[in-house]
């Protein structure tokens, strides 16, 4: 074992989250039955999480990616929100689901939601692989919410961090 590996401790085994994503997927898939669903994966670290997703998913779905500038090296988001990549697809009359990996303190979502509110999409939701609820300092609805967890930094499972990716199939906390 590495170095850094031992600093790491296991919350959400490979196991949990696949049932967990394949749960999530029926429910979204009930709920967009009449719907033209678009899934807008936030990059990049919702790309595992939403390539799992969209598979679990038995719709006609569209699936684009933006790109917003949040965490950097620093572990807090600013407040300061833009985006670095809009979508590519016509998004009028259309039930957006962003797809995030972490809602944190809100910002980064509760600004998402309003910038595609403006879109003259039909539906703006959110669903998230992990809500840390007991964070959360912008009101924000996670309408479809993986796991509610408090638990320090998570890495793994492609999620956003300073260092390469590792751990792809499973989430760790940072002791
Ligand atoms: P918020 O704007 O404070 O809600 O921050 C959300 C953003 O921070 C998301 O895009 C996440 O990718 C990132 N984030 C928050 N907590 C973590 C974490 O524990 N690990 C990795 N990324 C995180
Ligand atoms: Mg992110």
């Not at 490979?14 to 709920?31: F, K, M, P, S, Y």
């Not at 309003?114 to 039909?122: E, G, L, P, V």
Request: charged residues 30%.
């Amino acid at each position: 074992m590495t170095g850094p590996e031992r600093r790491r401790r296991r919350v959400l085994s490979r196991t949990r989250i696949h049932e967990r994503v394949r749960e999530l997927g029926r429910q979204i898939t009930a709920d967009y039955r009449d719907g033209q669903l678009v899934l807008l994966g936030v990059l990049n670290g919702a790309f595992v999480f939403c390539a799992d997703l969209c598979r679990e998913i038995d719709l006609d779905v569209e699936i684009d990616f933006i790109r917003v500038a949040s965490y950097g090296a620093a572990t807090e988001s600013s407040g300061t929100i833009s985006l670095l990549r809009e979508p590519n697809l016509d998004l009028v009359n259309k039930d957006l689901l962003l797809v995030e990996d972490i809602v944190d303190t809100g910002t980064t979502m509760a600004w998402l939601v309003d910038h595609f509110q403006r879109c003259a999409a039909r539906s703006v939701r959110i669903c998230a692989l992990i809500d840390k609820h007991e964070r959360r300092r912008v009101a924000v609805t996670v309408d479809y919410a993986g796991f509610v967890l408090d638990q320090g930094f998570l890495v793994g499972y492609g999620l956003d961090c300073a260092e390469r990716y590792r751990n792809l199939k499973a989430v760790y906390t940072l002791a």
